[in-house]
């Protein structure tokens, strides 16, 4: 039973990450349809930004989240200015931009592999290792910073949609670009800042785990395939969803594993196979969008 | 007197001739060794430094005079870790009449180059490679494979855990492909010496947590567990699980856990983690060869650096008793290779390639050490009595 | 326009090439064909289908390891081996169709993707039938009549393999049913209104493309005689996908354009810029997609209509001309 309960925290810690993920993934889909899947390599980026601050030059954890969100914020607008502006301007078909930002998956993968080595290197976690009793509950401290910062995010998150004006006007670009353009919401200023915020979501995923499996330049495709995954699960049209999808698979995926009587070789095929189910049963994910509102 | 000064003219001649020929060096055919690596796909964190060695080697060679007086030139080809990527690559070193191709990158990577060397006869080794299957898939009489084989690994883990008599192990790794090769020679290791696996998983690559995979250890109750995994990432989810997970029994691992950087990242989770190794920093040629290497290149080698080393000097000394580039003479002299020291395997082992086979590395030539918090113990165990 | 003439002297071309190479060269030629080949039938799938896949590749692995399977494990004769590779290839290709025809646009993308990492999985866990992690090696092509084709007439095999998948999607593309398939590419609804039958023409399309890829895979078995989990990773699928964007997704043209560039680029570029090669590719690739996002084969258009205009139009026939000729590439 304990084992039980000890999976449930690692599993809720697993699913924020890729829940995280996902979001990076819906902040962006939402307003412009372009799916960028090199929000991994956004993670990889982070994770190393992690690594300078933390263990190199050895800054304070607070003070070092908030370099790295503020580098990830750069990134994200830039990586807007540079791929996917130029060809939005010019009427490009709407898989141009998710074709460039494939390439520019690649160019940010080779410049984090050449600057800084194939090897690993290692990330400090925010309170350390410890084991920490929540109750019946039980995992390291590492696992429940993991959930405690994806809950205040998706809280956040949650709250600029439904409840600011600014949200809002994401929702209503979201909808239909042509009519909240005539409305007077800025269409370009949407775009830049779904890009850079989902970046620093994405960011946030990847320093969080980076403790765990250490920054490595190949760690951001697996996390950019889980996160797609979880999106698909839960739905791309509420943010609740993210967090709903990434929790469902990582629980999958680990209890799967514990309990499923399967080789351990096939028992990777699972959640492949789970997938593949879920996306001909199911295929708008769990959730199911808003109704437009009067 | 008449013909005294022709003969004198002509000895003088003679003379200036073999003069010139002897100083050929300068202008010799340079002897030309192809290297396959990987530069930017996942083998990069082990062909690089297995690379820097193999340079470092032909450069040492070079300052010496190069092989029967001409130079070494090393021509190295990237196959971004993509087998058939390889092949073509082997192809065109072939081409460019290499005497030998050392392959650096993964597994699949050499196994695929096999079917080119084979075909056109070219001598192939692999210096750092440990997967058992890849002298014994295909026959090939041109391929040499001098890297610790996993085999080798877990006879010499068994020998020192011998006194604890382990009847129930498990058996941890991840599913790349020579993490599996690796898991399946320490399995049959195990068996062979009636050793029930009690417990047996894999953290696939790109996971968050090993945390499953290890309760499942956990609740099978092993006396101690054999590490398989060969990827970084991947080990140090196990041993951060493990850790977490409160279990105290013995993790035994294979080579890969002597990388140095394991304990980079890994940090505060290693102490007392047995690992095997081929180096011995102790042993006088590997002591040597660190001198040297820091000289030249201003940070201290580790075990990686050395296979390339030694994987060029075999090569070297296969063509200096073959008394040229002929490639069957090359073949030959490499198969006949006995009793050579290089700067890896414990001490008093050596490289040979005993009759009919092609695995090269000295079945008692790891030694075993055991972490100490983040460092790398001395040597506690040599060879696989 | 292709008759069977210019087929035919086509086939003469490239195959007499191939008797001129060397060993080296003969390999990246062979390998190149075969890309083409894929990229042609990927092209049919994805550009002009609308079916965005990532399991072309895998079909190409399942073709290459079921004829190696049915020579070395079944025995059977190369004739029949074939033959039974193919039916294979097409029931399997029907066997995915007909769910994954029911997926629209990204959720299609992720179900292959799946596909592709399952069809690894069980490469990886096959045991002694595909040789697991190691893969399977130590065949060769069987004889025929006591005749081993190997060598150049290896290639020649391989030349005529591409021109058959360009005849066939060729012939596809022109016919009824490729225009159905643009219908339901860019409208289903209306597609559907006229009478075309979405889900058939979707299922056809993708079991001819990935049955051709099979084929290809095939082919491929014994080029390098070695079949492996590693050749037919993720890695192969998201390159081809990048080969016809980049050519310019729709067009035959573009795709085999694409799969030219996208292949000898690495080639070139290795022994020039040494291990940066992939940073530059991935440059080249976003500059491809940001100045030409409908496909590198737009600046070969561009050149043909320079060619065929007179050389200098009138001031006000120009600036008009010119605003139509700016138009929408």
Known sequence: ?294 | MKTALPRACCRAVLALAAATLAAAPAWAQPIRIGVITDKVGPAKPYAEPVTAGAVFAAKELNAQGGILGRPVELLIEDDQARPDISATAARKLVDAGVTFILSMSLTPSTQQVQTVTLETRTPQLTPSNSGDTLTTQIDNPYFWQTGPLGSTQIATLLAYAANKNFKRVALVGENSDLGQLTNRSFKAGLEKTGVQIVAEEMVPRGSTTADPQMQKVRAAKPEAIFLTGVTTPENVLILRSYRQLGLKMPVLGNFNLSVPQTAVVAKGLLDGVVFVDAFDPAKPQARRFIEAYKKENGVEPYNLNGYGYDGVMLVADAIKRAGGTDKEKVRAAMQATRGYVGVLGAAGSSYGFAEGKRTGFDPNGMVVRVYEGDKQGKVVFSGAQ | MKTVLSYLAAAVALSAIAFLLGAYQTDVYRKLLLWIALAISYNFLFGISGQIAFSHFSFYGIGAYTIVILITQAGLPLPLAVLATVAVCVALALVVAIPATRLEGFYLALATLAFAQLFIVVLNEGGSITGGTGGLASYRLPEILGVRVAGPWYTVVIVVLMLATLAIVGRLDRSWFGRACRAVRDNPEAAAAMGVNVRRTKIIAYTITSALAGVAGMVYAFVDNTVNPHIFGLENAFLLLFMVIVGGSGRMAGAILGAVLLYVMPFVLSPLIGHHHALVFGIFMVLAVLFQPRGLIGLWDRWQRRRRQPPAPRPQIAKGEAVKREGLA
């Not at chain 1, 709407?94 to 993968?109: E, Y």
């Open chain 1, 1 to 294: 039973m304990s084992d039980f309960l000890e999976l449930i925290v690692s599993a809720a810690a697993s699913g924020c990450v890729y829940g995280l993920v996902a979001l990076a993934y819906l902040l962006i889909t939402r307003p412009t349809g372009i799916i960028n899947f090199g929000v991994g390599e956004w993670a990889t980026v982070a994770a190393f930004g992690a690594y300078v601050a933390l263990s190199r030059v050895e800054l304070p954890y607070a003070l070092s989240i908030a370099l790295v969100a503020a580098l990830m914020l750069a990134v994200g607008w830039l990586t807007e200015r540079l791929t996917v502006r130029p060809l939005v301007v010019r009427g490009a078909p709407p898989l141009a931009p998710v074709l460039a930002l494939l390439g520019m998956l690649v160019v940010v993968r080779e410049l984090v592999s050449l600057g800084f080595g194939p090897d690993p290197q290692p990330v400090p976690p925010a309170f350390g290792f410890g084991r920490l009793e929540l109750g019946p509950l039980a995992g390291s401290y590492q696992s429940f910073f993991i959930i405690a910062v994806a809950a205040v995010v998706f809280a956040s998150a949650w709250y600029f949609f439904e409840r600011t004006l600014a949200g809002k006007s994401f929702e209503a670009v979201a909808l239909d670009r042509r009519a909240a353009a005539l409305m007077g919401i800025n269409l370009s200023r949407v775009t830049a800042l779904s890009f850079a915020a989902g970046a620093v979501v994405a960011g946030l995923a990847g320093l969080l785990v980076a403790p765990n499996v250490s920054a490595h330049y190949l760690m951001g495709m697996p996390l950019a395939i889980q996160g797609f995954t979880a999106l698909v699960i839960g739905g791309a049209s509420r943010v609740e969803g993210a967090l709903l999808g990434g929790l469902i698979l990582a629980v999958a995926e680990q209890f799967t594993v514990r309990y499923a009587p399967v080789p351990p070789g096939l028992a990777m095929g699972v959640p492949l196979v789970l997938l593949i189910v879920f996306l001909l049963v199911r295929p708008a994910g769990l959730l199911r969008p808003r109704e437009a509102r009067a």
